[in-house]
């Protein structure tokens, strides 16, 4: 670390970390702040990232790796607890350092900034499970909202009761939702209490229906993938950032 000392003259009334930051490796207020926000810069032995921290005489110091780039966005990954009582904004609050999944092999250094901002993209179906996606990249939001209809999602279904004839084959193709037919899924035994489903263009009671048309009950679902990026062993609870080659 480079250790900034404040001159005694400057060393009066607290100012913004921005401004002390500034004037002591004389650069501009705005690499300042990105230094900053980057979280490369330290006050007292702890990783400060807001510029606007207020400070007075402490010891402030700047990474010898610091690099004057802004914050780039990122995409989070959250295994969602199946039919936890919780809205986007709630699941917000569990996405901090400490249920970040000890496997992340994204590289990316975890910073304050990448929980600000964020917005839930291709909602759960209703009392599911599994992989839900948070993100400040607009460019992901555009991709998942845009090809909603054409990007296949994967759920894992537990269900109990029996199949009607022929119900493997209706549930593939041949079933109605909100009085207009069904296009064309994947559904296949995933075991003898398990189904897989995977389909496109997804609504909110859809695989429920589905499952009722033709005698079964959904006892729990979890999404497993969507589009091209798939959960895999991301634990219960925890999150990871999407990997820089993962593309939905």
């Not at 909110?204 to 959904?218: E, F, R, S």
């Not at 925890?238 to 080659?245: A, I, K, S, V």
């Amino acid at each position: 670390m480079r250790s900034l000392i404040p001159d005694s003259h400057q060393m009066s009334d607290p100012i913004r970390l921005a401004k002390r930051l500034a004037e002591l490796v004389h650069c501009s207020r705005r690499e300042a702040e990105l230094y900053i926000a980057g979280g490369w810069v330290m006050v007292d032995g702890q990783v400060v990232e807001e510029p606007q921290f207020m400070v007075a005489d402490q010891k402030i110091e700047l990474h010898p790796e610091a690099v004057l780039v802004p914050v780039e966005p990122v995409t989070i990954l959250f295994h969602h607890p199946a039919d936890a009582d919780m809205n986007a904004d709630a699941i917000k609050q569990l996405l901090c350092a400490g249920t970040r999944a000890a496997d992340d092999h994204s590289g990316i250094r975890l910073l304050k900034q990448h929980f600000l901002h964020l917005s839930q993209s291709l909602p759960l179906e209703m009392h599911a499970g599994g992989m839900t996606v948070f993100t400040q990249d607009y460019r992901v939001t555009r991709k998942l909202t845009d090809d909603a209809a054409t990007i296949e999602q994967e759920y894992v279904v537990q269900v109990a009761g029996d199949l009607v004839a022929d119900g493997l084959k209706l549930l593939n193709h041949g079933l109605s939702y909100n009085g207009k037919p069904l296009p064309p899924v994947k559904v296949s035994w995933q075991n003898e209490t398990h189904l897989r489903f995977a389909l496109k263009g997804v609504k909110p009671g859809q695989v429920a229906h589905m499952c009722k048309a033709v005698g079964l009950q959904v006892l729990a679902m979890k999404r497993l993938r969507i589009g091209r990026v798939s959960m895999s062993k991301l634990p219960l609870g925890q999150w990871r950032y999407l990997m820089p080659h993962e593309k939905f």
